[in-house]
Every structure is written in C-alpha cells, then in structure tokens.
C-alpha cells in the first residue's frame, strides 16, 4: 500500500526554527582586542519601529540576553509536521497501517530533537571555547603590553615570559615582540630601507626598458642575473599565499612585498633573491609596518642557518643535516632506520621547512607560533619542531615507502592542530650524550675543517 502524504515531505525542513543562533555583544572580547566596539544604537532604533509598525511594540533583549538564550537548548516545535487523515477520493487507511505511520513519524521526530539538541550542546562548547580563548588572549595581551615590553631587557629572558611565549604571543603585539627578539645587529635605518627601495625602483625601470646599468661592478651581478633575479620575485610573489588573495597582483600587499624583496636585493647584492623569502616577508609585512618588516627581514636573514641556506653553502648545510640526524636518531629511532631503509635524506623535507620557516607547510596560524618560539630560542626549535612533526606522524610515516613519506612531507596536512604539534615538539629531547644542539653542532663544523685541512697533504 502506499506510503502516506507525510513521508512525501520527509527530507524538507520540516521543524520551525528558532532565530538563528547568533553573537551580538557589545562588550565582545574580540572587539576589545581592537579597542573597538560596534555601536548598537541604529539596530534597536530599527527594530523599535518595525515592532510598533507591526503593533507588537516590546522591548527588545538586550545583547547578554541574547547569548544567555543561545545557550539554552529548546526544543523545537513539530506542530509544522501534522498527520492528516487520506483524502475523502482513496481508500482509508486500515488501523494498523495508520498506527505503523504515526510510530515511524514520531521516532523521526524523536531523531530530529536529538540531533538539535547535539547541535545545540556543540555550539555551546565553541562559543565556550572562544570566549575563553578570546578572553586568555585578551589578559595575555594586557600583560605583554603593560609589563613585559615596557620592561624588556629585564624580564625577556624570565620563566614566567618564556612560558607565555610558549604559549603563543597575542596577535596585537606580536611583530613588536618579533622585533625585538630579531633584533637590529645590522644597525638597519628607515632610511636605508628608502634608500634602498629607491635603487631597486632605478634598476626595475631600466631593466623594463632594457637599458645597461653603470654599476654593475658595484652590485655584483650581471644583467641577465638581475633580469632573472626579478622575473623570479615577480612569480614567487604571485605564488605567496595565493588563498589569500593580499600578495597577488592587484591585492593590497602586492607592492609592500614587492618592495621589500627587491630592496633587499639591492642591500645584500652577494645573496640576491632566493625562491622561499617571498613566505618570510609576507609574514613579517602581516605583522610590522613596511620597514620595520624591512629590517625584520635583512636581521633575520642573516642569522648563520639562513644565512648558509639561503647562500647554498652546501658544506655548512650538510653540517645542519648531519646534526639532525643524530637528535633523529636519539629520539625517534624507529622512524630514523626506516628513512634509512627508504633513503630517505633530510634535505628532501628540510630544505623547503627551513627556507620557509614553515610558513608555506605549515596552517599560517600555527606557522605564527612556530615563529613565537624561534624568535625565543633561535634556530634550534627549527630542527627541534621538524622532529615533532616527524614524531605527530611517526605512525603513518612508518607504513609508507619513500614516495608517499616524501609526498606527505611535501604537503602536511592542512588540519594539523597546534596543541598536539606542540605537544610533540615538547616531547623531543634536543640533548645527545649531555651534548646540546650548539654543542653537536660546532663539534660537527670542527670535524669538517678539520678534514678539508688533511685533505691537501692527503693529496700531496
């Protein structure tokens, strides 16, 4: 026999909903981050009139009121579902056919509460989650601004600070605090970041009208360097968070980038552009004022492991490979034999985390906080946070060949949670033998002078 009329309606919305569950609070910790809060004068005055046009004039709730009844789980009315009774043209329905339908409608009923309820209790537990994160950024970032920077060079380097660097620093104040953890060693003006930017709009504009420079002894390249060192920027800026949409052409970092890479350029003429600054300086130019990131930038660079990536001094960075591999070895062996049984060498995966700074691998949040704690401890947490990575996904990389470890390592998962990588990187011992990073590392750099300076009489 035929279903009834009702199950035709099945997969319609067939509950009324409640208003949709919003947010609207003026004391909103959000907007207190941003020193801004959204005036609610106009709406209410909106809403008054359309109430009374409508003759049901009543006060309306006020913003706190809202959100207490968002929290409120109420069921939903059913009175939109109704059984009616077959058309007076076909046959009735027999009793026991009609009692079969009215249990099945109600259990769905019954199905559709539960499953409103579940939603309900979910987005009570993140609007929870985000006023506590909201409100924990909020005192973190009171507590950077009115005790910590104002007194930097006495508590930067205390345990309560380093602890709250752990834990990630407050957007509001995180370029001030990368600033001066990078420092300023080359003694960087804003002036010279002019200067600077000024002779790399000189040479954009005579090398698109393909006119020869009179300082190409002074800069040290080449025409056809410079020409390739330009297209080069021109396609990484375009490739540079591209789901963005800020650093393409036409967005409004576009030339801010552009800018900073080409004056960079013309500072260090030795190093020129390497594909990978492009993710550093979009970084530092999210977070500081043009020449600041300038500044941030040309610092950064020159600490020794961006320095001797970015320069390809192949034997240094087989030295950093090497000093790697022995704290890969200490605390995750397992993973370590099987990349060895794979051969699987860590310039493969390493080489695009350390060019990077894991902004391109890594969710842009979560690269962030990579940065907070590498602007504390230096370019040990690098190393430090690719083990933890390697152990978060130990499991999987130990069932996978090389192809699929390498692809996996190429392109990390972008749900990738930063509680649990963090976690991770915690748990790695960056200590071998009683031996620190620096440490392992200088006796590594010793060994290989030490061979390059046998090496001549081994010849002789």
């Keep these: 026999m035929a279903a009834p009329s009702l199950l035709l309606f099945v997969d319609r ?18 907007w207190k981050l941003f020193n801004r809060i959204p005036q609610q004068g106009n709406s209410r005055t909106v809403s008054k009139e359309y109430e009374e046009r409508i003759g049901r004039a009543s006060k309306s709730p006020s913003p706190k009121q809202n959100v207490r009844k968002s929290l409120i789980f109420e069921p939903l009315s059913t009175t939109a579902l109704i059984l009616e009774d077959r058309p007076a043209n076909l046959p009735a329905k027999p009793a026991e056919e009609a009692q079969k339908h009215r249990l099945e409608y109600e259990e769905m009923v019954a199905q559709a509460k539960r499953r409103e309820f579940k939603d309900a209790q979910r987005r009570k537990k993140q609007l929870e989650e985000r ?9 973190a970032a009171l507590t950077w601004n009115t005790e910590i920077l104002p007194n930097w060079e006495t508590m930067c380097c205390s345990r309560r600070v380093r602890d709250m660097w752990w834990q990630g620093i407050p957007p509001s104040v995180r370029g001030r605090v990368w600033s001066l953890a990078i420092g300023n060693e080359l003694n960087i003006t804003h002036d010279l970041y002019d200067i600077c930017l000024s002779r790399a709009k000189d040479r954009w504009k005579s090398l698109s009208m393909g006119t020869q420079e009179a300082d190409n002894e002074d800069s040290g390249l080449s025409v056809a360097d410079r020409e390739a060192s330009l297209e080069s920027i021109k396609l990484d800026i375009s490739r540079t968070f591209p789901n963005l949409c800020i650093f393409q052409r036409g967005g409004p970092y576009h030339d801010m980038l552009h800018s900073i890479l080409g004056a960079y350029t013309c500072y260090r003429p030795d190093v020129g552009y390497v594909q990978g600054m492009s993710f550093i300086a979009a970084v530092l130019i999210l977070n500081l004022d043009t020449a600041d990131a300038f500044i941030a930038f040309s610092n950064l660079l020159n600490k020794p492991c961006q320095m001797a990536f970015f320069r390809v001094d192949h034997g240094l960075m087989l030295t950093y490979f090497a000093a790697f591999e022995v704290f890969f070895e200490e605390n995750l062996p397992k993973l370590f034999a099987h990349f060895k049984k794979n051969n699987l060498t860590p310039d493969i ?18 690269a962030c906080r990579v940065w907070d704690v590498f602007c504390r401890d230096g370019e040990e947490f690098l190393f430090s946070t690719a083990l933890g990575i390697l152990r978060l996904f130990e499991d999987i990389l130990t069932r996978m060949d090389f192809i699929h470890i390498a692809q996996f390592l190429t392109k990390l998962p972008e749900d990738l949670n930063s509680e649990d990588l963090f976690a991770s990187i915690a748990a790695i011992q960056m200590q071998s033998r009683n031996k620190k990073w620096s440490q392992v590392l200088s006796a590594l750099q010793k060994d290989n002078r030490d061979m390059e300076n046998r090496s001549p009489s081994l010849k002789r």
């Excluded at 949709?20 to 959000?30: A, I, N, R």
Aim: charged share 30%.
């Design 13 to 30: 919305n067939i509950f009324a909903r409640k208003k949709s569950f919003s947010v609207e609070k003026t004391d909103d910790l959000g």
């Design 131 to 139: 006023c506590k994160l909201e409100e924990s950024i909020g005192n």
């Design 349 to 366: 995966y390493l080489i695009d985390w350390i060019f990077t700074l894991y902004s391109k691998s890594l969710p842009l949040d979560l």
